[in-house]
Structures are given as C-alpha cells and as structure tokens.
C-alpha cells in the first residue's frame, strides 16, 4: 500500500476520496485576466521594489570584465542593491543623469581606468560633482597605480582594485562591505521617521539637529519659513509648543527638547547596570574610545561617560587625511561609529549623554558623582574628557552662536550652507578640513588666519588642498573684531593686521577654530592641573627638587599618564604636552589600559 493510500485508510472511510471525482471547472475568460492582472501587479510591486534599492555602477570597455563584475556584485549585493553596468563612460554618464531625474541615490561606483575615449579618474570627477557621497573604487593594473595615487588627490578616491580581483570573497567583497557600509552609516533616504521643525538658522533647532547627527541617528529638517509640511508638524503641537518641534514616527512631538528628553525618547543608554568597575573613562573622544576596546577586550568591567555623543571634537571632522591606514581618509563620524560598535562588541557600556560633575578619592576607590545624584565607584579611572575651542573674543559672539557662529565643524550645518558665503576662522588642521569640507557645499568659503601664512600650523597636505580648491581664499593676518544682525548673524567685522583697517562684510555662517581648553573645572582641587587647566600626569607631576605631590599617597613615582591620584589616569587633549592628534589621542587611550593593568598588578 502507498503511503498516500495508507493515510487516507487510516482516516477510515469518511476521510477517503469520493470513487468520482467532480469535473475540473473550465477557467474562464475572466479568470484569465484576474490572473494576469495580479501576476502583473506583483511584477509592478517587484520592479518599484528594485528601483527604490541604491545603485552600484560598474563602468568597464571590456565586455567580460563587465560582465564578471555584475556577476560578482549581483551575488553579493543584488538582494540589497540595484546592479547596474555600463561599457563606456558615456552610457555610465547617461545612467547618472536617469537616477538623477528620479532623484535615485547610487551608492558606489566601481570604474576601470584604462579606458579608450575617458579614463576611469576622468569619469570619477564628474560623477562625483553630481553624487559627491558615493563611494569610488577604481580598478587598475599594476602598472596604473600611479593613476590610482593621483586619483585619491583628485576624487577622493576611496579604494583601488588591481585587476584580477579573483577569488571576490577575499579581495572584493571585504573592500565593498567596509565602503557600503559606511556610506549606509550616512545615507538619509525617504523615509517616515523623526522630522525636526524648526527656523533654518538657530540656536535651539541647531542643538537638537547636532545631537542627533552626533549620535548617528537619520531625521528630516523642515524649515517652517519654507516648508508647508512643517505646518502639520505645528499643528500636531501644543498650542503653546515653542520651537524647535520633533516628531516621532508614533506622532508623538516633543517642544525645543534638552539632550536628556531627545537620549530617553531615543532609548540611548543613561543608566549603569552596576554599581563598580574595574575601568571608567570619562570622555568617549578618540582617546576614551581606544581604551574602551582594549580594557573590555581584556576582560575589564568597563564604563564609558560621554556628556554629549562618543567621538568629541574629532568626530565632527569632515575628514582626517592622516590617520594610519586611510589612504583616502575617513571621517570622524566613520571612525567613532567604528570604535563604539567594536568597544560594545567586547562588552564596554557607553552612556551618553551624561555628566560627571565630581571625582573623590575613597581609597582604593574612586567615586564619580553624576549631574542626576548617582554615585558609581570604580577601581581605576581615565579622564579622556578632551577639549572644545576658545570663545571668539568679540563684541555679538555669544548672541549669535548657533544663529550663524560655530564652534568647531558643525557639519550639522552642511545642508543649510549651500550656495552662501562661509568664513572659517583658524589656521590650525581642523580648520583647514572644515574649509574643504564646506567647499563642497557652499559657492564661496574664506579662511581667516591671525599669522603671516597657513604653512605656521596647518599640515602640508591640507595647504596644498586648499590651493587646489578654487572657491576657497586665504586671509592672513586678519581677525574678526565684531559680529552683527537681526535674529541671526548677518554681517562680521574684520581688522586687517597690516593695514589696520577695518571692514564690514556680509556673513550669514561662521566657524571657529582658535585654540583649545580642556574640560577640567569639575577637577579642581582633585588632581593637579597646569596653569590652562590640562591634566598633570608622569613626570611632569615631579617638582624640580624631585618631589612627588603632597596629596601623591605611595612611595613609587606615577606612572606615564598616571595624574596626582594614584589609579586616576589621564589620555588625549586633556593631557598637558599631548600631542593633538586623533592617531596620538588612540596610542595614548591603548597604553592608558597597559598602565591600569599594571596599577591592579602592583599598586
């Protein structure tokens, strides 16, 4: 007997099939195009599906090179991306202008070099004046490397493939995860999430938007001065709501929301989960992030205190050239979602936004005291607290921050930039990568220097690149001696050095990058500090005649980067004589760590 028969014998007579079965109804006409309208529905449903993905564009004259390509990419990304392929720079220019038309965002283009009419450097140019976000790969033959150097001067090219790139899953795949991945960390697609409303230039609109790019979460700006739909997110509102407004996708609205409300409604992290720890570091900078990862990875109950959004000021950088490793560079927001991912990954918790506004010795603990009365012990502490930059010293400073003057990149500010006038005050690196970062954006930008030239403290690299760039302009030996305008800053003073001149100019965004002072008055009284408030730590703690600090309670001198409290350690920024580099802040946070072990060691 089979086993369908079996069955239907189990079931016993009731449950067997009838000895004649009805007649199969005919389908009808109707039936017919019930059908295909629905297959054709569905293959409507499928097509807009494919069309909403993000583009990856392959451009190569070799027809089965092209054709490897697509099928290496379709293998790996065709679930989540719209392959595309083109076999000149022509047809690929032409597909740039149909995803423009549609308003399709591509996310990567991966180019070969040699090719007969234009070269892959020489399509790149052009495709990035239209989707400057993407990422670029090109791909060349050993021979072509030059090309490739010259095109991360001339592109930013992101990656260079030398040709075969067999076997895809050890020399393909690895480089277009890492890049996708970090143009997805920026990407801001349509999408039904939170909406700030709020006027385009303002202190309070300006906070709520930094701390949600700070802590990398995607949301959508409505002016009220331009945008109806702004009108609905008012009306949605209290009568009496003030300015700026958010929205979350369940409709809930909260009015010119603190840190704290935006962090609970986020769901961010606030709380210990415990009471000690063996590390807690107090700042989440390059420096606390470094630490973070190699404490948990070695087994350290570890706590991170951030009083804003991990990354500080290096994560608001545009772009850092010099960081080992990143021959094309990476942001600041690239490297700190990197770094709090793998220091979580290993176990650290990261609570932020909150505020450490006391330290006190309980020997051998160490207490911190947070802004909301909670008390957390731990065994060793680092003070990664980092640095902000000085106030500009001049008349409508503080009545137009955030309404048109920044301190520091403010890429928040991006967006709202386009086709203005943007003054940039610094001479330092961090000065010269926000002037080429807002070149991108803005039709004309002026850098402001105090010395006689940029090559006094900016890197050559950056020198080079804004010579290169050719919105940009240099003022030397200038200042800004006055700042004016309505509800938002509108005109600035300048004082030209040589002349002694002064002269009024029109300014809608400004931003400043003169000097750095540590956070550290919340230290006062506790470990010793220099005469601008860096932290003293290692040798610098001895006086002349040798002698350790009165309040220093063992016989041993401290250790490197160890301060006047023993156990209590200092990295990056906030270290007097540190050297004020993301690459020096890392090296510093990671033999912070070796120093606590050998403190739990040996005292």
Sequence with gaps: MSAARGDAAARGPAAAAPATAPAATAPTTADAAATADIAAAAAATAERAESRKPVILAVDDDPQVLRAVRRDLRSAYGDRYRVLGASSAADALKILDSLDERGHDPALFLVDQRMPDVTGVEFLLEAVSRF?????????????????????????????????????????????????????????????????????????????????TRNGQPFRFLNVERDPEALTVIAAARADAALPLVRFPDGAVLSAPSDTELARRLGLATTASRPHYECVIVGAGPAGLAAGVYAASEGLSTLMLDSRAPGGQAGTSSLIENYLGFPSGLSGGDLTRRATIQASRFGAEILHPVEVVSLTRDDPAKVLTLADGTEISAETVLLATGVSYNRLQAPGADRFEGAGLYYGAATTESSACISQHVFIVGGANSA????????????????????????????????????????????????????????????????????????????????????????????????????????????DLIANGGELPAEWSLERAPYPLETSVPGVFAAGDVRARSVKRVASGVGEGAMAVSLIHRYRSMG
């Excluded at 030398?162 to 970090?182: A, I, N, T």
């Excluded at 999430?193 to 701390?211: C, K, M, N």
């Design 432 to 539: 010269g990568q926000a002037a080429v970062h807002f070149a991108k954006y803005a039709a004309r930008v002026t850098v402001l220097v105090r010395a006689a030239s940029l090559e006094a403290s900016m890197s050559r690299y950056l020198v080079d690149e804004i010579g290169r760039t050719p919105n940009i302009e240099v003022r030397v030996r200038t200042t800004v001696v006055a700042l004016d305008g309505g509800e938002h800053l509108e005109r600035i003073t300048l004082h030209d050095g040589d002349t002694g001149a002064d002269t009024e100019v029109p300014a809608r965004f400004m931003f400043t990058f003169i000097g750095a002072r540590p956070h550290t008055d919340w230290l006062n009284g506790v470990v010793e500090r220099d005469e601008h408030g860096f932290v003293l730590t290692g040798s």
């Design 132 to 212: 400057p976000d993407a990422r670029r790969v090109l791909l060349t033959a050993y021979a072509e490397t030059d090309a490739a150097i010259t095109a991360i001067n001339r592109v930013r090219l992101d990656y260079y493939l030398l040709k075969p790139w067999d076997p895809p899953h050890e020399r393909l795949f690895p480089v277009l995860d890492d890049l996708l991945s970090d143009w997805l960390a920026t990407y801001r697609p349509a999408y039904d999430g939170i909406i700030v409303a709020g006027h385009l230039v303002s202190p309070g609109t300006h906070a709520v938007r930094d701390f949600f």
